[in-house]
């Protein structure tokens, strides 16, 4: 498997259809990535951009890099995330696709609901503990 199949394969498996989307989702110029696509190797790519890409997907480098390496868990201690739902594992992916500006939106909207009971699970309802 090369390095255009990986990227594919991580492409499709998180739902992404063009490769605009995942250029503006890890802060890459498109043409960086559709020059990866289409010469199917990564000679003159910068490790930064192939950190980028290993973070976004979760993939470790030796995985993007060698083709006898087809699993994409290769190198990981556990699979992506396992305790996380998927929408969880979905809001930590937008948040790294943001700039700092955004992120501190988030975590400022964040700590605004953390302050407010309303939007904090109980416990235990109040039921369940005369029961």
């Known amino acids: 498997m090369n390095l255009r199949e990986k990227l594919e394969f991580l492409m499709e498996r998180k739902g992404i259809t063009k490769k605009a989307d995942l250029a503006r989702a890890i802060n890459i110029p498109y043409t960086t990535i559709d020059n990866i696509l289409k010469?199917?190797?990564f000679d003159n790519v910068k490790f930064s951009?192939?950190?980028a890409i290993c973070e976004y997907f979760n993939v470790d480098l030796r995985y993007l890099i060698k083709d006898e390496i087809t699993d994409?868990?290769?190198g990981l201690s556990a699979p992506a995330d396992p305790v996380?739902?998927?929408d969880e594992r979905q809001l930590v992916t937008d948040y790294r696709a943001f700039n700092e500006e955004g992120k501190e939106k988030v975590r400022d909207y964040v700590a605004d609901l953390?302050?407010?009971p309303k939007y904090k699970k109980c416990a235990?309802?109040?039921l369940d503990q005369e029961a």
């Open 84 to 86: 996380l739902a998927p």
């Open 72 to 74: 994409p868990n290769y």
């Open 39 to 41: 010469r199917d190797h």
């Open 114 to 116: 953390a302050d407010n």
């Open 49 to 51: 951009t192939l950190e």
């Open 124 to 126: 235990e309802s109040s």
